[in-house]
């Protein structure tokens, strides 16, 4: 599994039309699906100086009230976000330098990458502060093989988990990742990304490592979640967001593609989504399900 989909990103630019499609039908249509994103919501974790957003009903600017199913035959969200850094994130290199390229001058060639996954949660168990090294990085080489170049890294120390606790982002203390550890994957490894479960680079006063990427051209993931999920190797990730103009940070949506015999996520069924048992309705500032 793990070469034909290393042989899937490599024949990419030369590969015709029919060539794609074989390869989804006789790859991807029976891969695993497993979705890397928080839901965004007004009570998602955000740091302090960016504050809560507000989810609302959109309205009619003609009557002031908002669309309904019964009056109108459609319902619309007013989404009050107080910042594009929300939730799981892809964090351009804008969001620190004025001359770094913002969300909408990302090419689309992030579409779809190699997955690695590190784990540091053992390391994490013993000191929840734990930043990852480029020696973890290597140790996690000497068994598994070099890093592809292009590839997506994704860190895994189970932060994610904690999602829901109150006041989560104000806790000082939460698993990074260290500068060496960066430059050694992207100078060396040539890696395209690297991705973390918490909702910054690391815990020095400067955030060096943040700083380092976003001013030297590079980009990362931040918020991500169900890393558990994942294999370590032989996966891809697909990358979305929207394309905000000028934008310094993007609501993204990772989905990692695993082998067929993957025992997490979800597989491909065509036709119409299935209704739901309960309808949407507006509690409390959200639209749910009771």
Request: aromatic content about 10%; glycine content about 8%; charged content about 20%.
């Amino acid at each position: 599994m793990r070469r034909l989909l290393l042989i899937l990103l490599l024949t990419l630019p030369m590969a015709r039309a029919q060539d794609l499609w074989k390869i989804y039908d006789d790859t991807l249509r029976h891969a695993r699906y497993v979705d890397l994103s928080h839901v965004v919501a007004p009570d998602s974790p955000v740091w302090k100086g960016f504050g809560p957003s507000k989810f609302a009903a959109a309205v009619d600017p003609a009557t002031g009230q908002p669309y309904t199913y019964d009056h109108d035959g459609f319902e619309a969200t007013r989404y009050e976000l107080s910042t594009d850094q929300l939730g799981t994130q892809l964090d351009p290199p804008a969001h620190w330098d004025p001359y770094g390229a913002a969300i909408d001058e990302l090419p689309a060639s992030y579409a779809v990458r190699p997955l690695v996954v590190i784990s540091i949660v053992d390391q994490v168990r013993r000191d929840p502060g734990y930043q990852m090294t480029a020696d973890d990085v290597k140790a996690w080489e000497s068994v598994h093989g070099l890093i592809p170049a292009g590839s997506v890294v994704m860190v895994r120390s189970d932060w994610s988990k904690r999602w829901s606790e109150p006041g989560l982002a104000a806790d000082p203390v939460f698993p990074g990742v260290r500068l060496d550890a960066l430059k050694y994957l992207h100078l060396e490894r040539k890696i395209l990304l690297h991705g973390h479960e918490p909702l910054d680079t690391d815990t020095t006063p400067t955030l060096e490592g943040e700083a380092w990427l976003l001013h030297n051209g590079y980009t990362q993931a931040e918020g991500v979640t169900n890393l558990d999920q994942v294999p370590e190797t032989g996966a891809l990730v697909a990358i979305g967001f929207p394309r905000f103009q000028g934008g310094t940070g993007g609501y993204a949506r990772y989905v990692a593609i695993c082998p067929a015999d993957w025992k997490y996520g979800v597989t491909i069924e065509d036709g119409p989504l299935a209704k739901r048992s309960q309808p949407l309705r507006w509690v409390n500032g959200l639209r749910v399900r009771e």
